[in-house]
C-alpha cells in the first residue's frame, strides 16, 4: 500500500460505485475518498462544497488517483434529435454538470496531486463528445459539452504537465454501461456491448494504470483505444 489517496467523485452513481468499491478491496492506497452529493455533500454546481473537500482530502494522504466519474444525459429534458429542440436551460444544464463541475474539481485538485511521482487524474468523457467521429449529428447539449470537457482536458493536461511531470490527465469513455444515465437507450444495444457497471470500472481502472505522461491530454476508451479529438 503506497501512501497516497484515491478519489472518486460520483460514488453513489454505478459507476462511480463500482470504481470506489474496487479501489477500496485493491488496497493499493492508504484511503479512497468516495464522494457523492447524496453522500459527502460534493455538489458539481456548488464550488463551495468541491473546496471544502478538498481541504479534507489535504488533510491526509496526496491523491495519486482522481476520477470524476459524473455526468448527465438526460432527466427534464431528453436529448435533442434536431436543432429545433435547441433550448439555452438544455444547454446550459449539461456545461454545468459535463463540463464545468469537473474543471472546478480539477481546479482543487489538481494541485494536491504528487509533483515527484505519478498521478492520474480522469474524467468520464464520451465517444459522442469526439468532433471528428461525429457522423450522426443531434444529442447537441450532451456532445457539445463533452466536447467542451475533451477541450479543458487537453488544456489542463498541458499545464499539469509543466509542474508535474509525471502527472496525467486523461477523458475514459466507459463504454455503453446498465445505469440510469443510459437506461432509456438500451433497447438497441446489443448483450455483450452493454456493460454492468463492475465491468466497466474493472477496465477503466486497467486503462488509467496503463496510461504514462505522453498519454496526458487524451481521451481513452474502456479499451485502451484513443478517441479521436
Known sequence: MSETSAVVIGASGGIGGALARQL?????HAVVHALS?????????????????????????????????????????????SYRALTAEHLMRDYRLNAIGPALVARHLLPL???????????????????????LGGWHAYRASKAALNMLIRNLAIEHGRTHKAGIVVGLHPGTVATDLSAPFQAGVAPEKLFTPDHSAEQLLRVASA???????????????????
Open 113 to 135: 496531486m504528487p509533483r515527484d511521482g505519478r498521478g492520474v487524474f480522469a474524467a468520464l468523457s464520451a465517444r459522442v463528445g469526439s468532433i471528428g467521429d461525429n457522423r
Open 24 to 28: 477500496e478491496a485493491a488496497g493499493h
Open 37 to 81: 452529493r447524496s453522500g459527502t455533500g460534493l455538489d458539481l454546481e456548488d464550488e463551495g462544497s468541491i473546496a471544502a473537500a478538498a481541504a479534507r482530502i489535504a488533510e491526509g494522504p496526496p491523491p495519486a488517483l482522481v476520477i470524476v466519474a459524473t455526468g448527465i444525459l438526460h432527466g427534464d429534458h431528453s436529448p435533442e434529435r
Open 211 to 229: 496510461l504514462t505522461p505522453s498519454d496526458s491530454g487524451g481521451v481513452f476508451a474502456w479499451d485502451g483505444q484513443r478517441i479521436p479529438a
